[in-house]
């Protein structure tokens, strides 16, 4: 399968993600942030003006990731250098105050393209080499309080990034465009490892590759999500399984928890111009999916769609798009979606929108983001959002902003 909307390099397909994140460079600003400590009054989600004690720093590049810190601030990963006014190389903490982390401050040599946060650790995806000047290829985990490098190190091999990292129990499962886990390299021979193509679960203790191996052996997995004892993936990509248990699956599937087998469930994504899946959600019976594509679950769906966990069967929850879904965040109440659409349902939405779970509309929530979001965490009556904006509302927000989660106006700006 050709991958959609590849870049260039040396004469070899890069993936659409890491093609994206080259891209990223081209919309690095340097933003000023003199009044990164100013004070200014922000309506709070029940209308009544609260002071904010600063604004919330602006970003010199995109960001690729966000996760909540669980105490209502966030961590960051993209392709930047500075955040507000710190030297911040890919990587950093945001506040529930708005203000950088000063103490936290762990560094990657590349860009950081996905997080997750399991009890006392931040686990980091991407395309770097090292972190905090120690080898970890394209993997890392750092406390989630100090920042400090722990001894977890996957090592993934021939790789070009990670794009999805999820988590169950003592096993983080890891997405993107690689061949290898725990690779090493043999003198005279090359680069070893376990044998995971562009999926993998990896032991939280350990960092050795579980042998659960459902093999996805061309494209690049951009998604993922679990319930129960089946793991759900999407991307870009039309096989999945070993020898010999190899089936077709266009861009979605469904994989045992245990054996790593695909399930029967296949919605099969179509598109005109290539097809992706680049985010998904479990919610009740519904699995909702984003990205780029015409047809999913046997129905005309354009770029978002709800399938039954079942069948796998496109419901008649639709909500059509004018452009890619690239993110989704579900707070229970709403699923809040991102990406580069300018239209959903018909109605005008820049790049932001929100749809109420249970009347199944969508809200008037309209912040008006004027370039891609490419990631949403909802907190506290606070939405984050990342990406490759300038303006939110109309209002300079550089890369990174945070609105309120009833109105859609943005909270903290100078």
Known sequence: MTIPYPGIMGGRLVSYTLFLCLMGMIAIFTTCCSNDNASVATASPGGIENEVASTFP??????????????????????????GTMDRPYLAHIKEDGTVDPSWNPIPDGPVTALLVQNQAVYVGGSFLNMNSEERWRLAAVDRET????????????????DVLASSGPVI?????????????????????????????????????????????????????????????????????????????????????????ATPWNPTVRGIDGDIVSALDLSGNFVYVGGRF?????????????????SGLATNWNFPTNDAVSTF?????????????????GQPRGRLAAID????LLTPWNPNANGMVRTIVASNGKVFVGGDFTTIGG????????????????????
């Open 58 to 83: 602006q970003v010199n590049g995109p960001v690729f990731a966000m996760v909540s810190d669980g105490v209502n601030g966030v961590y960051l990963g993209g392709r930047f250098t500075r955040v």
């Open 147 to 162: 920042g400090l490098l722990t001894e977890w190190n996957p090592r993934l091999g021939t790789a070009n990034l990670v």
């Open 173 to 261: 499962y890891v997405g993107g465009v690689f061949e290898l886990v725990n690779a090493v390299i043999i003198p005279g021979t090359g680069l070893r490892g376990e044998g995971r193509r562009n999926l993998a679960a990896v032991d939280t203790g350990t960092g050795l590759a579980t042998p659960w191996n459902p093999n996805v052996p061309n494209g690049e997995v951009m998604a993922l999500s679990i319930v129960g004892s089946v793991v759900y993936a999407g991307g870009s990509f039309d096989q999945v399984g070993v020898v010999g248990q190899d089936v077709i699956r266009f861009d979605l599937a469904a994989f045992d928890q245990g054996s790593g087998v």
């Open 294 to 310: 015409r047809q999913i679950g046997g129905q005309a769906r354009d770029n978002l769609a709800a399938l039954d966990m079942e």
């Open 329 to 345: 965040f579900d707070d229970g109440q709403r699923l809040y979606i991102g990406g580069l659409f300018t239209t959903i349902g």
């Open 357 to 360: 779970k249970t009347t199944r």
């Open 395 to 414: 209002r300079p927000r550089s890369m990174f902003a945070v609105i309120d989660a009833e109105t859609g106006l943005l909270l903290g700006s100078d």
